[in-house]
Each structure stands twice: as C-alpha cells, then as structure tokens.
T-cell receptor
C-alpha cells in the first residue's frame, strides 16, 4: 500500500456530471501534484501545489479544477468532461524541495461516457 | 522541442541476466534524473535519483549512470528475477517541482 491515498479507485461519469477526485497524504509533504496517464503513455503533469498554493498549471482545460484545502489534502473537481478525458489520474506528493522524489498514489481510473 | 526517449517499448531477458534500459533526452538541462517502476494499474514507485554532478548511483541490484554530455542515463538491474517484470520510467527534473516522464520500457524477465 502507498502512503498517498486516492479515492475513489474507479469512477464512471457522464459528460454532464460533476464529480471530485480526492487525494490525501500524511507524510508532511508540502508539494502535491496531479498527473494524468493514458494507457501505455507516460504520466503527464497537470498541476502542482506548493505550500497549498498553485504553482504550476500545465495549460489544463478549465473543466479540471484543482483545490488544496490544507497541506494533507488535494482535490480535483471535474465538470463537463469529454470521453477523451478518460484516463488514470495520479496524485503525488513530495517535500517542497528541488530534486525530491515523488510519492504516488495508485490513482483513480476515470471513464467518461 | 524537448524530448525524452526510452530505448525500446519492451525488453525481454532471461532470469539471472542483467537488464539494461536506456533514457535519452534532448533540449533539456536537467538538474537530476529519476527512475521509477510502475506495475499495471498502480502508481509509479520511486527507485533511484541521480544528480547532474554524479556519474553513477547504486542500490542493491540496481545501478544508474548519468552522462550529461551524451544526454543519456542507463539503468541496470543485475541478476534479474521474474518479479522485476514491470514498466520502468525515467523522469527528468528541471527544477521548480516540474518532473517530466519518458514513455517507459516494459521489462519481461523469463524464468
């Protein structure tokens, strides 16, 4: 089991639904990340939070809305998604230092119908 | 444009042999390079990190080299075992929390 917990493990949603992905870590890490991974492709960086402030947004469409309510929690709010947004969404955390390895959760498998 | 390439999509080797995986990059000046292991349906797991001023790093049966002149890293697993079968990802850090991943190499170790 990883120290980064993601819920739910699987999510099926329609294009008009609103849903949220949740991520939690208790390692005291102050940097948290969202990555998106399609089958047989590398994880692609979406967002980075450092000390609960958004520090990187990789030109992600506004239908994805991140939120970092406190140093342990990271959410990704989803609205009006497209079928091509179906993917594995990975949360990661690290100490807020350059060169720090990432600790990943096992992801949420999202299917948009 | 910036690119990270891992030598092959898949690598098949016999148990007990050394697996060597390659990561090449262009148009990056990474401060460090990392290797991760990913099993199907799971998140990547960190294995090793090597900094730009280091030539080699070892951990148990794993060894990583980093040649900033060739813009290449080699990842070796010695005495490979079927349990080593997984996808191995190299990742570059360019600073500021930005870590970019290569497409990965799927390693199959046959008993």
């Amino acid at each position: 089991d990883t120290e980064v917990t993601q819920t739910p493990k699987h999510l099926v949603m329609g294009m008009t639904n609103k849903k949220s992905l949740k991520c939690e870590q208790h390692m005291g890490h102050r940097a948290m990340y969202w990555y998106k991974q399609k089958a047989k492709k590398p994880p692609e960086l979406m967002f980075v939070y450092s000390y609960e402030k958004l520090s990187i947004n990789e030109s992600v469409p506004s239908r994805f809305s991140p939120e970092c309510p406190n140093s342990s929690l990271l959410n990704l709010h989803l609205h009006a998604l497209q079928p091509e947004d179906s993917a594995l969404y990975l949360c990661a955390s690290s100490p807020a230092l350059d060169n720090s390895p990432l600790h990943f959760g096992n992801g949420t498998r999202l299917t948009v119908t | 444009s910036q690119k990270i390439e891992q030598n092959s999509e898949a690598l098949n080797i016999q148990e007990g042999k050394t697996a060597t995986l390659t990561c090449n990059y262009t148009n990056y000046s990474p401060a460090y390079l990392q290797w991760y292991r990913q099993d199907p349906g799971r998140g990547p797991v960190f294995l090793l990190l090597i900094r730009e001023n280091e030539k080699e790093k070892r951990k148990e049966r794993l060894k990583v080299t980093f040649d900033t002149t060739l813009k290449q890293s080699l990842f070796h697993i010695t005495a490979s075992q079927p349990a080593d079968s997984a996808t191995y990802l190299c990742a570059l850090g360019t600073g500021g929390f930005k870590t970019i991943f290569g497409a990965g190499t799927r390693l199959f170790v046959k008993a």
